[in-house]
């Protein structure tokens, strides 16, 4: 079955600290790759997405993620966090082939940011 | 350009009753999405407009859900009538062109006591 698996459930951060965030999804082929970020009291805004090309995917707000085939990976990184960044981020995934454009999420991880 | 825009932002209704959920898409985009979040569970699809018409509604959980979307604009999801199981956050979203991602509400939150 198609999943999309995010093991961390929440994270915790000092602000000014490296965050990468997981996610691994099992799907029949490569699909469509999409992380996005929920501020408290606000949509889900897209950070980055991927449908080829280029492994390593530049985003909004500073983030980056990195599709990894063989591991079936597309983590999310970001190379110093602000306070600002504590939200709840989720990884999901959309068949690249057909109309079908339903995604598929994981859990989300919340992560907070500690001054 | 005004987002994707959704009413109520809370909505808390007996069991039974009937609910309305209203989302307006930005203006142009032809799809639309309805989501769910159930709490403590991941996102779920609903269904999927193309205009006014339903593209997909695999993801709709049982006849009492009924999603249009009259004259290809805003869309409404009636629940009728509600059950304990329907409290969720439901998202809505809208794109023109599904490689340039979905744009997403506030969502409204439902809880059904």
């Known amino acids: 079955a198609q999943s999309v698996t995010q093991p961390d459930i929440h994270i915790t951060v000092s602000e000014g600290a490296s965050l990468e965030l997981r996610c691994n999804y099992s799907?029949?082929?490569?699909?469509?790759l999409f992380w996005y970020v929920q501020s408290p009291g606000q949509g889900l805004q897209l950070l980055l997405k991927y449908f080829s090309g280029d492994t390593l995917v530049q985003g909004i707000k500073g983030f980056e993620a990195e599709f990894k085939r063989s591991q079936s990976s597309f983590n999310l990184r970001k190379p110093s966090v602000h306070w600002s960044d504590a939200a709840e981020y989720f990884c999901?995934?959309?068949?690249?082939?057909?109309?079908?454009?339903?995604?598929?999420w994981g859990l989300g991880t919340s992560l907070a940011v500690n001054p | 350009e005004a987002g994707v825009t959704q009413f109520p932002s809370h909505s808390v209704i007996e069991k039974g009753q009937t609910v309305t959920l209203r989302c307006d898409p930005i203006s142009g985009h032809d799809n639309l999405y309805w989501y769910r979040r159930v709490m403590g569970k991941e996102i779920k699809f609903l269904l999927h407009?193309?205009?006014?018409?339903?593209?997909?509604e695999s993801g709709m959980p049982n006849n009492r859900f009924l999603a249009e979307r009259t004259g290809g604009t805003y869309s409404t999801l009636k629940v009728q009538p509600a059950e304990l199981e329907d409290s969720g956050v439901y998202f809505c979203a809208s794109s023109l062109k599904f490689r340039e991602g979905y744009t997403f509400g506030s969502g409204t939150r439902l809880t059904v006591v």
């Open positions: 999901a995934v959309a068949p690249s082939a057909g109309n079908n454009r339903k995604l598929i």
């Open positions: 407009f193309v205009k006014e018409s339903k593209q997909d």
């Open positions: 799907y029949g082929a490569t699909p469509y």
